[in-house]
């Protein structure tokens, strides 16, 4: 069966910081993975997502993450943390008919 | 332009209870799922819409869960009898088309349902 994990529950950084949040996937097929982000009392929203091409992903607010098939890992990175990245993060993978797969999520706060 | 709405944002219910819970989701936007999201977890697919058609309802946790799109844009989940382990938040989400491998899903604000 297809799923994500996410080892980090919960993240306390400072600000300035650099993050990395790790996401691994079972999935045998061609893959699309994404981030969302859920800041506090707002809904998902997508941070970056990859389809194919450049395994290295940019996407808003300086996220990116970099897609390793041979490690099946899809880590969010940002080098310089701020107070406003305070928030949940979910990896995710698109399944079987279009569903998407979600880990249980980081929660990441950033210390002032 | 809008983007997904949900409600009620909110609801309690009496364990025994019937409750329905709305989706209006972008303009013109074919698909549409729900998935729930328990305390501490992230969110898991419950079932699937393509204008009317459900095309996909293998999240459904039982025959009390039932989901309805009858016109191709607002949805309704339903849930008969409500059980305690029923609380958590009913996330919605559409994409434009067709699930094609390059659609977002743009989700709603969720409605938080506590059964007591």
């Known amino acids: 069966a297809q799923s994500v994990s996410q080892h980090n529950h919960h993240v306390i950084l400072s600000e300035a910081a650099s993050l990395e949040l790790g996401c691994n996937y079972s999935?045998?097929?061609?893959?699309?993975l994404f981030w969302y982000v859920q800041y506090p009392g707002q809904h998902l929203q997508l941070l970056l997502k990859?389809?194919?091409?450049?395994?290295l992903v940019k996407g808003i607010k300086g996220f990116e993450a970099e897609f390793i098939k041979s490690k099946f890992s899809f880590n969010l990175r940002k080098p310089s943390v701020q107070w406003s990245d305070t928030a949940e993060y979910f990896c995710?993978?698109?399944?079987?008919?279009?569903?998407?797969?979600f880990g249980q999520g980081t929660e990441l706060s950033v210390k002032p | 332009g809008a983007g997904v709405s949900q409600s009620p944002r909110y609801k309690v219910a009496k364990r025994g209870q019937d409750v329905a819970l709305r989706c209006d989701p972008i303009?013109?936007?074919?698909?549409l799922f729900w998935y729930q999201q328990a305390l501490g977890q992230g969110p898991e697919f419950l079932t699937y819409?393509?204008?009317?058609?459900?095309?996909?309802k293998s999240g459904l946790p039982s025959d009390r869960f039932f989901a309805e799109r009858p016109e191709g844009s607002v949805s309704t989940l339903k849930i008969q009898r409500t059980q305690q382990e029923d609380s958590a938040v009913y996330l919605c989400?559409?994409?434009?088309?067709?699930?094609?491998?390059?659609?977002?899903?743009?989700f709603g604000p969720g409605t938080r349902l506590t059964v007591l």
């Open positions: 999935y045998g097929g061609t893959v699309n």
């Open positions: 995710a993978v698109k399944g079987v008919g279009g569903k998407l797969i």
């Open positions: 989400a559409s994409n434009a088309e067709k699930v094609r491998s390059t659609d977002t899903q743009y």
């Open positions: 819409f393509q204008n009317e058609a459900q095309l996909d």
């Open positions: 303009s013109g936007h074919v698909s």
């Open positions: 990859y389809f194919s091409g450049d395994p």
